[in-house]
């Protein structure tokens, strides 16, 4: 069965720092990956995903993600934070044999600060 | 409709109702999912559906919830019998359904349900 961690339930970070929300997965099979961000009062929306390809993988807002398959980590990325960027973040995880379910991690909340 | 509705928004209900969850889906997504997501907490997978396979119920908390999709495309997740633990935001998704490259879940706004 699969599963996703993400250890952290929130991140501190100043604007234009860089930030990392890090995750970490397991399946029986190769790996889908996939970042979901959830602003306030509004939908979850996708950031990203790694199929299969360049371990490093570049999306929406500037994010990007590399997968490490040796540490079985997808950790997200953004070289300089933006106060906008403070959401809910969520890692989720597809088996390549395991049809179409999909788990998603407990999420990160991220604060960036002015 | 250009993206994912659920319906109704809010939901509030007496303990021992059943309630009933709309979704509709993107036009020409073969694949629909459920999930919970309690306050404070995670997206909890529930079930799947894609095109005419049987759908995976693996995630049903239990045998008083259960969903089903008409002609492939609208679906509605019933809960018979609610419970006070049953509230939460129900979130329905869905997408192409074809080759993984083209897996990108799209979310619908939720649902909201309070059982009093």
């Known amino acids: 069965a699969q599963s996703v961690a993400q250890p952290e339930d929130q991140v501190n970070v100043a604007e234009g720092n860089p930030l990392t929300v890090k995750c970490t997965y397991s399946?029986?099979?190769?790996?889908?990956l996939f970042w979901y961000v959830q602003y306030p009062n509004r939908g979850l929306q996708f950031l990203l995903k790694?199929?299969?390809?360049?371990?490093l993988v570049k999306g929406s807002y500037g994010f990007e993600a590399e997968f490490n398959k040796s540490q079985t980590s997808f950790h997200l990325k953004k070289p300089s934070a933006l106060v906008s960027d403070s959401a809910l973040y969520f890692c989720a995880v597809r088996d390549d044999g395991g049809g179409f379910k999909t788990i998603f991690g407990a999420g990160t909340r991220l604060f960036v600060k002015a | 409709g250009a993206g994912v509705s659920q319906s109704p928004s809010n939901k509030v209900t007496e303990k021992g109702k059943d309630v009933e969850l709309r979704c509709d889906p993107i036009?020409?997504?073969?694949?629909l999912y459920w999930y919970r997501q309690s306050l404070g907490q995670g997206l909890e997978f529930l079930i799947y559906f894609q095109g005419n396979s049987a759908p995976d119920k693996s995630g049903l908390p239990s045998d008083r919830f259960s969903a089903e999709r008409t002609g492939g495309s609208v679906s509605t997740l019933t809960i018979q019998r609610t419970q006070q633990e049953d509230s939460a935001v129900y979130l329905c998704?869905?997408?192409?359904?074809?080759?993984?490259?083209?897996?990108?879940?799209?979310f619908g706004p939720g649902t909201r349900l309070l059982v009093l």
């Open positions: 790694y199929i299969t390809g360049d371990n």
């Open positions: 036009s020409g997504h073969t694949a």
């Open positions: 399946v029986s099979g190769n790996p889908y």
């Open positions: 998704a869905s997408s192409l359904g074809g080759a993984a490259i083209q897996e990108t879940q799209y």
